[in-house]
């Protein structure tokens, strides 16, 4: 009985240790950078359409994140340009959480008749540090997020890049959603309802 109790709690440890160096595996584009990209088909659609439907969508995106800059909207060209920036917190709860970093990134969205392209690329983890008036302020450095190994911190490391994961994918989530929606026809001022007064 001891000694199953004793295998029991050894096979746990490793599990737990190789859960916590699980790497992530974030797509690579060809010169080597994370590139989360997708080109989905949206028949029966002009370049036009699509294009309004995605700047209907950029509030929704704002949402997910701290910061939000529009810095290309082209109808003509049929382009949105996006900088992203969201804080990342350390892997505690309550008021052990503290601030640990922030990522930025780039969402490009370009749009062709009956298609659409996103791309989220550019990611990059800034560290900060506390000043001496104990506010958290960037250093200046950074880290790629293509970059795997964080030595003396690739627990911490593992956990950005998953929270990095997972935020982007909840994002795409709503680009391929919304997409798919077709705008509704606004009303005219002049269509309102006429309401007949009972005396």
């Not at 036009?48 to 949402?63: I, M, V």
């Not at 939000?68 to 992203?84: H, L, N, R």
């Not at 293509?146 to 935020?167: D, I, L, V």
Request: hydrophobic share 40%.
């Amino acid at each position: 009985m001891k000694k199953r109790r004793l295998t029991l709690f050894a096979l746990s440890f490793v599990l737990t240790a190789i859960t916590m160096q699980a790497q992530v595996n974030l797509p690579l584009n060809s010169s080597g950078k994370v590139e989360i990209a997708d080109v989905v088909a949206l028949d029966s659609t002009t370049r036009f359409e699509l294009y309004d439907r995605a700047s209907g969508l950029l509030a929704e995106l704002a949402g997910f994140v701290d910061k939000f800059t529009i810095t290309e909207q082209d109808v003509i060209s049929g382009k949105i340009v996006c900088d992203m920036k969201f804080t990342l917190y350390t892997n505690q709860v309550g008021i052990l959480k503290k601030e640990a970093g922030s990522i930025t990134y780039k969402l490009t969205m370009d749009f062709k008749d009956n298609k659409y392209r996103y791309a989220f690329t550019d990611m990059v983890f800034h560290y900060i540090k506390q000043d001496r008036t104990y506010k958290m302020v960037t250093t200046g450095q950074t880290k790629g997020l293509e970059e795997t190994k964080a030595g003396g911190w690739q627990k911490a490391w593992n956990h950005y890049r998953a929270t990095t994961s997972s935020k982007i994918a909840s994002q795409a989530n709503v680009i391929i959603t919304r997409m798919k929606e077709k705008k509704k026809a606004a009303t005219p001022a002049n269509a309102a309802e006429t309401k007949k007064l009972d005396w």
